[in-house]
């Protein structure tokens, strides 16, 4: 059964990819004054797919997964980071790490 009536019973993020226009930045450079960019609606993110201004909200919800997402990979970054040894694969003899050369 396809819900037809309402809204979704799921709220995605759609990809995003910043503004041609402005170049991320919200607004455009004009003779005397910065301008906001129309493109955009001022976000500085437009749609991937349709290259069109996304609602606030919508906007919200998608760099907000962005953001998340970049979260996550420092985490692990992180993490990752923190068990490296650089000396593991050399030998433990005599005490310590050995280097064999
Ligand atoms: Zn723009």
Redo the contacts with the bound molecule.
Sequence with gaps: MTKRTGPAPRIHSVPLQR?P??K???F?EGLFYDLP?T??N???V?CRKTGESLTPNRAAVSLLSVVSAQANTINRLKNGAEKHDPYAPLSNRLGGKHRMD
């Design positions: 503004c226009e402005c991320g930045k919200a455009t960019c493109v955009c001022e976000m500085g437009v």
